[in-house]
């Protein structure tokens, strides 16, 4: 599979083994030689991998792009979203406003409020230089906090699941 996705270091890639196999069964299914049960749109959909950092992985963006394109020829159906253009014409994000919390369990505001910067960007339609897939969506991992002030969790998680369901059309 060399080649087909960038690798990656220093940031949070996907583990290249896992990647690969499902790759592989992805073109088995597509010859007509399935290895083990064909594969379908649905388990490209919910594919997961483990996550790796400071060792060699695939850049998730690539990865979680490329495998939302394959699902969505397996079904015919078209893009959901194009990087320069909003999911849904009628669609729109409006920017949430988070509960500061301090004494209970909470997200870290500067990571929410980047990654809420880019959902933004790509539900509205805005340039932005990575638009966020579901995928990633329904992936993030915001960084817990407590005895600082950190963004209520469970208005962050329903706001995410909207964002989410915007993007999955």
């Given amino acids: 599979m060399s080649g087909l996705f960038s690798r990656v270091r220093w940031r949070e890639g996907y583990d290249i083994a896992e990647v690969d196999a499902l790759i592989d069964r992805l073109n088995a299914t597509l010859e007509g030689r399935p290895l083990g049960a ?4 649905a388990d490209l959909r919910n594919a997961s991998f483990t996550p790796v ?11 979680d792009t490329f495998l939302e394109a394959a699902a969505q020829r397996m ?4 893009p959901t979203a194009q990087p320069s ?7 729109r994000l409006d920017s949430p406003r988070f509960t ?4 209970n369990e909470g997200y870290d505001m500067a990571e929410v409020d980047a ?7 790509t539900v509205n339609g805005q340039p932005v230089a990575k638009p966020v897939t579901a995928r990633e969506i ?5 960084t817990p906090v407590r005895f600082r002030e950190g963004y209520d969790v469970m208005e962050v998680d329903l706001f995410l699941e909207q964002a989410e369901n915007l993007l999955r059309g």
């Fill in 38 to 41: 064909p594969l379908t749109a």
């Fill in 53 to 63: 950092r400071f060792r060699e992985g695939y850049d998730v963006l690539e990865v």
């Fill in 75 to 78: 079904t015919g159906d078209q």
């Fill in 85 to 91: 253009s909003p999911p849904a014409a009628h669609h």
């Fill in 100 to 103: 500061p919390v301090k004494f």
């Fill in 115 to 121: 990654f809420v910067e880019r959902i933004l960007a």
């Fill in 138 to 142: 329904s992936r993030i991992q915001f």
